[in-house]
C-alpha cells in the first residue's frame, strides 16, 4: 500500500470515491463537485447561489492578525474566483485549549473587519475548544455568493484564442511563509531574505478577482494553490478541453522568490502561490484587465494563449514548447516539514 500524501486529492482518488457518491440527485445543483473547479453552484429562483467550503488555517507564528486575514482571504478566493462577490459566511471554530480567549479576539477582530469592509455578513457558526485540535488547522468555513448565472466565471471556461494572464507570480505563497516562519533556515539572508517575507504581502486575491471579473470579459480564472502554477495550468486547460501555450519568459518572478526555490530546492512552478490568480481573457480585454489590476498595485503579466488541443495524447500545456506536467505533490509540505524538523533540532 502507498503512503498517502500530504495535501489535496488527486483526480483519480476524486473520480474513484467522491464523484460517483454525492448524495442525492437535485435539479437545483448548476454545478456540483468538480475536480479542479472550488466552487459549486445551486439555482435559487433564477440566481446562481455559488459557495465553497474550506479550512481554517491559523499559524500564530504570523501574528495572529495577519493569520487571521490570510486564513480568511484564502476561504472567500474560492468564491471571488467565480467573478461573484462572497456576501454571506458561516464559520466553524474548533480552537486548541492552548488559545487564549484574548487572543481569538484578535483573530476575530480580524476576520470582522475584513468581512465588513468585503460586504461580507456572518449568518451562523460554532466556536469551541477542544481537545487534540491544534494548531493550524483551527476549523472550517463556507461562503456564499449570489449573482446571475451568466456572470458566474468557471476555472475550466476558457475558449481557444483567450489570453493568459499571471498576477503575483508563482511561489509566492510558499516562499513568503516558509522565509518568514524559518528564516534562519531557508538558505538566504540580508535584502533578498526580506524580499523574501515580503511576499506575504502578495498572498490576498479577492479583491483582485472581482477586480479582473468586472473589467473582463475573463472566460476562467483559477487562484494557484497546491500543485502551483504547473497545477493551475494543467486543471484549466484539461478542463476547458483546450491546451495552454505559456512563454517561460514571460512569467514573473517576485524578487526573493528563485533565489529561496533554489535554496531549498524545489521548483517555483510547482509550489503553492495562493494570491497569485491565473486569468483567461478575450483578447479584446486583455488590456482593460491589466489595467484595472495594475491600478490596484497588482502585478501582472500575459504569460500565453489558449490554442485547440487535438487529442488526449497531445499535452495540454506547452511551456516555451515543452510538455509540462502537473506536478504529483506540492514541494512546500515536504519543504515546511524538514524546515520544521531543523528548526526543532
Given amino acids: 500500500m502507498t503512503e498517502p500524501t500530504l495535501g489535496k486529492i488527486d483526480r483519480s ?19 456540483g463537485p468538480t475536480h479542479g473547479v472550488d466552487f459549486g453552484v445551486v439555482d435559487i429562483g433564477g ?3 455559488v459557495t465553497a467550503t474550506d479550512p481554517i488555517s491559523i499559524l500564530p ?5 495577519r493569520a487571521a486575514r490570510f486564513a480568511l482571504d484564502l476561504i472567500l478566493a474560492d468564491v471571488a474566483v467565480s467573478g461573484i462577490p462572497p456576501s454571506h459566511l458561516s464559520i466553524c471554530f474548533t480552537l486548541p485549549p492552548e488559545m487564549t480567549d484574548d487572543e481569538f479576539a484578535m483573530v476575530w477582530e480580524t476576520i470582522h ?27 472550517g468555513a463556507t461562503v456564499f455568493g449570489v449573482g446571475d448565472h451568466e456572470d458566474v466565471i468557471r476555472p475550466d471556461g476558457a475558449r481557444v484564442g483567450d489570453r493568459l494572464l499571471l498576477t503575483t507570480g508563482p511561489a509566492a505563497e510558499a516562499v513568503g511563509l516558509l522565509s518568514t516562519l524559518f528564516g534562519d533556515h531557508v538558505g538566504v539572508s540580508g535584502t533578498t531574505l526580506e524580499h523574501a517575507q515580503s511576499r506575504l504581502g502578495d498572498v490576498y486575491c479577492v ?20 500543485g502551483g502554477l504547473a497545477g493551475a495550468l494543467n486543471e484549466m ?8 501555450r505559456v512563454d517561460r519568459e514571460a512569467v514573473p518572478l517576485a524578487p526573493g522568490v528563485a533565489e529561496v526555490c533554489a535554496a531549498l530546492e524545489f521548483d517555483p512552478w510547482h509550489a503553492t502561490s495562493c494570491g497569485s490568480l491565473l486569468i483567461a481573457v478575450e483578447p479584446d480585454g486583455v488590456d ?15 504569460i500565453g494563449q489558449v490554442r485547440p488541443r487535438e487529442s488526449e495524447d497531445v499535452p495540454a500545456v506547452l511551456a516555451s514548447g515543452d510538455p509540462l506536467e502537473r506536478p504529483a505533490a506540492d514541494p512546500s ?13
Fill in 13 to 31: 482518488f476524486f473520480e474513484d470515491h467522491i464523484a460517483t457518491r454525492l448524495g442525492a440527485d437535485r435539479d437545483d445543483v448548476a454545478l
Fill in 47 to 49: 440566481q446562481a447561489l
Fill in 61 to 65: 507564528d504570523l501574528g495572529l492578525g
Fill in 113 to 139: 473587519a475584513e468581512c465588513a469592509d468585503l460586504g461580507v455578513a456572518v449568518v451562523t457558526g460554532h466556536t469551541a475548544r477542544y481537545s487534540g485540535c491544534s494548531y493550524p488547522w483551527v476549523g
Fill in 207 to 226: 479583491r483582485d478577482a472581482l477586480t479582473a471579473a468586472a473589467a473582463g470579459p475573463v472566460t476562467a480564472m483559477h487562484d494557484v494553490t497546491e
Fill in 237 to 244: 486547460a484539461e478542463g476547458s478541453g483546450t491546451q495552454f
Fill in 288 to 302: 482593460d484587465v491589466c489595467d484595472a489590476l495594475e491600478q490596484r498595485g497588482t502585478r501582472v503579466a500575459e
Fill in 333 to 345: 509540505w515536504d519543504a515546511y516539514a524538514r524546515l520544521l524538523d531543523e528548526e526543532k533540532d
